[in-house]
């Protein structure tokens, strides 16, 4: 059973003797009645027999107090009566009444301070007429979150409507290819019909246009898919968690669920999600170069001058808390969003260069195809093409509708040549790649802003590694506490002096962007904020006996400047409202904060003077913290005369005489499985560097625990450096040094930046983990940058290509796995593809030219196309990762997509194809026995089957057992079976649509035999040495 604070405050008020209020309220109880309606007065009646009895009998629960007090003292000093169910039953059901919400959004917007005040009476006006409680929030009930939702709308903009299935279906029949088939399918029916009438005529356009059909379809289906997938990917990656006030609670919600009324609450690199007003903080600045377009667009947020904060802006610095007003297509920065025409045309690198793969085969086949064109226009004109009976089909007295046939079926003898050779299912492999790698790293935790990245962290070199909550689990807490040169192990609150115990709460308490509540039906406390800023609150409140509330009610905050990864420490300028003292508090990086001290307390609360002797143990003291792998946290303080606070409140804080308070070492473990993690990227040829703020020993510990170092080496061979160092090297040092180093300890982002520029300078492909504001400009940066999720803001996250959900490093890993098996399943189809098409083309053109007619027509090179570019790709493309790929080295960017192992097995198995096509197209009729249809069945039957096994040779480039893992790829299986099953269908009983005979059982266990000549022969050819170079540089 619990209260709210209003309702403790209301009952603690309450008078324990029957004044003469009590009387006056039973003269106006039933006046009161009258004026209401039925359901309001039964709910007035019950309240007010409740409050009545219990004035009534205050005196008797008076007396039974006083004695039963003695006896629990130990309890909780009071009695909750849980009545907000029925408060938040009425609250939630009230309606926003005379309030002009349109006129705010536009005050908001416009930013007029004067309209604010005068018309809705400042921010305390607002946040009456939105029934805001200043403290506690919204109610955040459902019914309450929906009231709001269905009054001023959802926090969410309108999108551009989605592309449909028929988009797509455009989209392919828009290819060169296809429109030339639909011209040919118009006049072959057209010709067909006139010729042979209308049920036999139809056959052959009949069949070419179901073929198309097909195609389009397949095509169509695969791409929308990819669509609806990446849809949902941005809207995932768009979403983000914001920290609200609700019921009093702090808690976390989707920006999606933000409503009107909401407190938000906000720090550096947060993005505002909504319009809103200011309600409290310090030094909070926004950048809102984002919605002005101006480089340098910083806002000082007050409430006196400037309250008002747009959607879209970041925090620039300090922290407050928000009062939201307008959400969604209300706010200036969804009314922005909601006219942009966001398509997602990206293009990666690996498509770029398949593009240019295919521009390249594409000349060369226009080029035979404009050859073959001319060699049969000559031979038909010249009379040198005879029709069955043995006529010339050409000579002056031919009639036109069957010269304009004729020239049809040579365009269509060309245009095959362009059909089969060009490899159009590139771009499609590349894209249902990227499409299940996608799919596979999200399931590992991870969430891809830039398909590019994918592809990019197969080329990796390097990993520049953050350590708090990447390589450790980012769950800290205080194993040491010093004060002066001893180290506290018992009850804290008991064995240190007052005035340092004091000094110490008012430090951790103000001096915080985290924050502790207290459950009424509870004794342990929950705290919200940063890993580090929970585990010191925590340490305060259950060790120290500090009461938060307590003592930012004792204190005024007059200035705070917050905290700084430069500086690495933050600090406040408080006043202790009894006391009329006046301290600026500091707390940071136990080396930064010593450097600032003058003297130290000790236990006995003797302030002493700090020489270089007593400056030695306490740096002895860090070391020996930062040895067991512990982050040193120092506090110190300062009295401020009141003229210096007079005189201006907003200056920088004083940092120099300091009071060192005490120190205190925060332990976070490492992850149990990041030192296999760092082992597995060694071996896969990738070095790990840790760049972290801790000082120079805390950061060896923490490397040797994670594997970065061995606990034997030599830290004096340059693997560990602090920022500073590698900062005031010369360019050329850096480049000389930067693969040597390992560990960057006391880091700058600026370090940190200059490290991923000195490695991209040398030749590697860098990928940065990130999770800070500053950490920005480093992600854009690097070649792939890693947003790390769970404890970063806003600011990076736009600035990163993959955002791991779970900030483990071991996803990193994972991702940089799947990067090379995108790369390799893009190089298993290419190697499947081209050998098709090169034997294709080969036995079209030789036969074209050679001979009046090709032995694969155009509907059974739809067929083939269709078998190519969507089953072979959906078989390829979908290949898991494996464990060798890890055991390679990176591989670069600028390398050959086409290694020369690729061209060894796609020119061995091609000739021994082309050899056996050849040999059926010319002396198949002797060889086999058959007539003319039967013989071009049995080539066409052959060549797919010749496919169907080389997708086995096709799955390892290298690797001799092609068999090795088959049985996990169940659509690999699939695809085969779903292939197989549909040539005997094309074959044996859509005859007249592939314009061929069946086959009998001896034929087909023929073409199986043939086709399965091409296991062996891949084994053997694997067997022939190669280096990977690539035959053709542009390639």
Not at 88 to 102: I, L, V
Request: contains cysteine.
């Amino acid at each position: 059973m619990s209260t709210s604070p209003a309702t403790m405050s209301a009952s603690a008020s309450v008078s324990v003797t029957v004044s003469a209020s009590h009387y006056d309220f039973f003269a106006n109880f039933f006046l009161e009645l009258a004026t209401l309606t039925k359901p309001r007065q039964r709910w007035r009646f019950g309240f007010k027999a409740i409050y009545s009895t219990r004035a009534l009998l205050s005196p008797l629960i008076e007396r039974k107090n006083q004695i039963l007090m003695t006896h629990l003292s130990d309890s909780p000093s009071y009695t909750a009566l849980d009545i907000n169910d029925h408060d938040d039953y009425t609250a939630d059901s009230m309606p926003f009444s005379n309030f002009d919400h349109e006129s705010l959004i536009a005050v908001i917007k416009e930013k007029k301070l004067l309209e604010l005040l005068d018309q809705f009476g400042g921010v305390e006006g607002v946040a009456a007429a939105l029934q805001v409680n200043f403290k506690d929030g919204i109610h955040g009930t459902p019914e309450d979150v929906t009231r709001r939702c269905n009054n001023f709308g959802s926090n969410t903009y309108r999108k551009p409507p989605t592309k449909g299935f028929f988009h797509f279906v455009f989209q392919v029949v828009k290819d060169t290819t296809i429109l030339i088939l639909l011209v040919r399918v118009a006049l072959s029916l057209g010709f067909g019909i006139k010729e042979h009438g209308l049920k036999d005529g139809w056959f052959d356009g009949g069949s070419i246009s179901l073929a198309v059909f097909l195609f389009i379809l397949v095509s169509a289906i695969i791409n929308f898919k990819q669509s609806k997938l990446f849809e949902k990917l941005s809207h995932e990656s768009n979403d983000m968690r914001v920290d609200v006030i609700r019921d009093g609670w702090r808690q976390q919600v989707s920006i999606f669920e933000i409503v009107v009324g909401d407190i938000v609450v906000l720090k550096i690199g947060d993005q505002i999600p909504a319009d809103g007003l200011f309600l409290d903080g310090h030094s909070l600045k926004l950048d809102e170069s984002r919605m002005t377009g101006e480089r340098d667009s910083i806002v000082v947020i007050n409430g006196d001058q400037n309250p008002f904060m747009i959607s879209g802006a970041k925090v620039a610095d300090g922290y407050g808390r928000m009062l939201v007003t307008s959400v969604g297509v209300n706010t200036a920065w969804g009314e922005m969003m909601s006219s942009i025409n966001r398509d997602r045309e990206e293009q990666t690198p690996l498509q770029v260069r398949l593009d240019n793969l295919t521009s390249h085969m594409g000349k060369t086949t226009l080029i035979m195809a404009f050859v073959v064109l001319v060699v049969k226009l000559v031979r038909y004109i010249s009379g040198n093409i005879h029709d069955e009976k043995g006529y010339r089909e050409f000579s002056g007295r031919t009639k036109f509708d069957v010269v304009v046939n004729a020239l049809v079926g040579i365009v269509s003898a060309a245009d095959t040549i362009v059909m089969v050779a060009i490899p159009e299912g590139l771009p499609l492999a590349v894209t249902l790649t990227l499409a299940y790698s996608v799919k596979r790293i999200m399931a590992d935790h991870a969430l891809v802003h830039k398909l590019s990245a994918c592809e990019a962290m197969g080329s990796v070199t390097t990993i520049c590694t953050d350590k708090t909550g990447t390589l450790t689990l980012n769950k800290m807490e205080v194993s040491e506490f010093w004060v002066g040169e001893e180290a506290v192990t018992e009850d804290a609150s008991k064995v240190i002096a007052p005035n340092v115990l004091q000094f110490l709460q008012e430090g951790v308490s103000l001096n915080t962007t985290g924050a502790v509540y207290r459950s009424y039906s509870g004794t342990v406390p929950d705290f919200s904020g940063s890993p580090t800023e929970k585990a010191i609150l925590s340490w305060a409140v259950l060790d120290l006996g500090t009461a938060v509330d307590e003592v930012k009610q004792s204190c005024t905050v007059l200035h705070v400047e917050a905290f700084n990864s430069e500086k690495k420490r933050s600090g406040v300028l408080m006043r202790n409202n009894r006391e009329k003292v006046i301290c600026v508090h500091w707390k940071g990086a136990a080396e930064i904060i010593l450097a600032l001290c003058s003297s130290y307390f000790g236990r006995t609360g003797t302030a002493k003077p700090m020489n270089e002797a007593e400056r030695m143990k306490f740096e002895q003291i860090i070391k020996g913290m930062a040895d067991k792998g512990l982050r040193c946290i120092a506090f110190a303080s300062k009295p401020v005369s009141e003229v210096e606070e007079n005189g201006d409140a907003t200056h920088e804080l004083k940092e120099d005489g300091l009071i060192l308070l005490g120190l205190v070492g925060l332990k976070d473990p490492c992850r149990p499985e990041v030192s296999e993690a760092v082992k597995v990227c060694r071996e896969a040829g990738v070095n790990i560097k840790m760049i972290t703020g801790e000082n120079f020993f805390t950061a060896i510990a923490i490397a040797i625990e994670c594997g970065i170092l061995e606990a034997d080496e030599d830290m004096n061979n340059g693997a560990v450096v602090e920022g500073v160092e590698f900062r005031n090297y010369t360019p050329e040092e850096r480049k000389q040094k930067v693969d040597t180093i390992r560990v960057m300890a006391r880091s700058s982002p600026y370090d940190k930046l200059l490290m991923v520029q000195c490695l991209k300078e040398k030749g590697h492909i860098v990928a940065v983990t990130g999770n800070g504001t500053n950490d920005a400009p480093i992600l854009k940066a690097a070649d792939i940058g890693f947003f790390m999720g769970i404890q970063s803001t806003e600011v990076p996250n736009e600035s990163s290509d993959i955002v791991i959900l779970d900030d483990n490093f071991n996803s990193v890993v994972t991702v940089m796995k799947q990067g090379r098996c995108i790369y390799s399943n893009i190089q298993k189809f290419i190697q499947f593809q081209l050998t098709m098409n090169v034997v294709a083309l080969v036995i079209n053109f030789v036969a074209a030219v050679s001979s009046e007619v090709v032995p694969l027509t155009a509907v059974q090179l739809l067929w083939v196309n269709l078998l190519r570019d969507t089953l072979g790709t959906l078989a390829l493309a979908t290949e898991y990762p494996t464990k060798e790929l890890l055991k390679k080295p990176p591989v670069g960017r600028t390398e050959p997509l086409i290694t020369k192992v690729m061209w060894r097995n796609l020119i061995a198995l091609a000739i021994y194809q082309v050899t056996i096509l050849l040999i059926l197209q010319f002396q198949g009729i002797a060889i086999i026995g058959v007539e003319e249809k039967i013989k071009d069945t049995f080539i066409f039957n052959t060549f797919v089957l010749c496919q169907v096994f080389n997708q086995f040779n096709a799955r390892k480039l290298e690797k001799k057992n092609i068999f090795e893992g088959i049985h996990k790829n169940r659509i690999f299986l699939g695809i085969v079976g779903i292939t197989v099953v549909l040539q005997v269908v094309m074959v044996e009983f859509k005859k007249k649509y592939a314009n061929k005979e069946r086959l009998n059982w001896g034929h087909w266990g023929a073409s199986i035999g043939i086709a399965a000549l091409s296991w062996p022969i891949g084994w053997i050819v694997k067997w022939v040495p190669v280096s990977d170079k690539s035959f053709f540089s542009f390639l």
